[in-house]
């Protein structure tokens, strides 16, 4: 086997070995998209926020509920901005 000959299998080794590879990645990508699809069809469970009395007072101070609701109303745009990706 000369030098021409072994050089010539190794680039179709190497060209083959790519295909594979790249083949394979772009399967892998098909699948995870689709059971991100599927998965993403359930709906999430409901934000459901603790009354007053549940949160621990270490401090004595209370949580002011405006920003209980900010965080509430901040917490369901996010997860609106999930579903529509």
Same mark, same amino acid.
């Given at each position: +086997? %000369? =030098?021409?000959?072994? !050089?010539?299998?190794?680039? *179709?080794?190497t060209i083959v070995g790519m295909v594979v590879v790249?083949?394979?990645?772009?399967? +892998? %990508? =098909?699948?995870?998209? !689709?059971?991100?699809?599927? *998965?993403?069809?359930?709906?999430?469970?409901?934000?459901?926020?603790?009354?007053?009395?549940?949160?621990?007072?270490?401090?004595?101070?209370?949580?002011?509920?405006?920003?209980?609701?900010?965080?509430?109303?901040?917490?369901?745009?996010?997860?609106?901005?999930?579903?529509?990706?």
């Open positions: +086997m %000369t =030098i021409f000959e072994m !050089l010539q299998q190794s680039a *179709i080794l790249f083949t394979f990645l772009w399967f +892998m %990508t =098909i699948c995870i998209s !689709l059971l991100g699809k599927i *998965i993403g069809t359930t709906e999430p469970d409901k934000v459901t926020v603790p009354s007053q009395n549940v949160l621990p007072h270490t401090t004595g101070e209370t949580v002011n509920p405006e920003i209980v609701a900010a965080i509430t109303v901040a917490v369901r745009e996010y997860q609106k901005a999930g579903k529509e990706q």
